[in-house]
Nanobody, 124 residues
Framework: QVQLVESGGGLVQAGGSLRLSCAVSGRTFSTCAMGWFRQAPGKEREFVAGINWSGGITTYADSAKGRFTISRDNAKNTVYLQMNSLKPDDTAVYYC?????????????????WGRGTQVTVSS
């Protein structure tokens, strides 16, 4: 039902910062929990950060804590991932995903809608 488009990826030096954006279509955005995931070549997709429908609750993978910040602007139908102190290990394709289920009580979350991803490359 919803469409997601990531942007903001690119090449950055270690220690630098990058902000990813995910634009979501439709007025249903404010009812959806959102998440950021990443996948490096030859590795499994992993969770990076999540945010509930209102933005009042956020969660982070251990690798992201203290460096990354997820936020959302429901008026703009957009979720963000601010990444600071980037490391080469952060190099991956980053995807945003939406859990727009009615109850949003299932864990793991029902991330049924995905963007195509944006490449983040961190050089040493």
């Amino acid at each position: 039902q919803v469409q997601l488009v990531e942007s903001g990826g690119g090449l950055v030096q270690a220690g630098g910062s990058l902000r990813l954006s995910c634009a979501v279509s439709g007025r249903t955005f404010s009812t959806c929990a959102m998440g950021w995931f990443r996948q490096a070549p030859g590795k499994e997709r992993e969770f990076v950060a999540g945010i509930n429908w209102s933005g009042g609750i956020t969660t982070y993978a251990d690798s992201a804590k203290g460096r990354f910040t997820i936020s959302r602007d429901n008026a703009k139908n957009t979720v963000y991932l601010q990444m600071n102190s980037l490391k080469p290990d952060d190099t991956a394709v980053y995807y945003c995903a939406a859990d727009c289920s009615v109850r949003q009580t299932v864990r793991p979350r029902q991330y049924n809608d995905w963007g195509r991803g944006t490449q983040v490359t961190v050089s040493s």
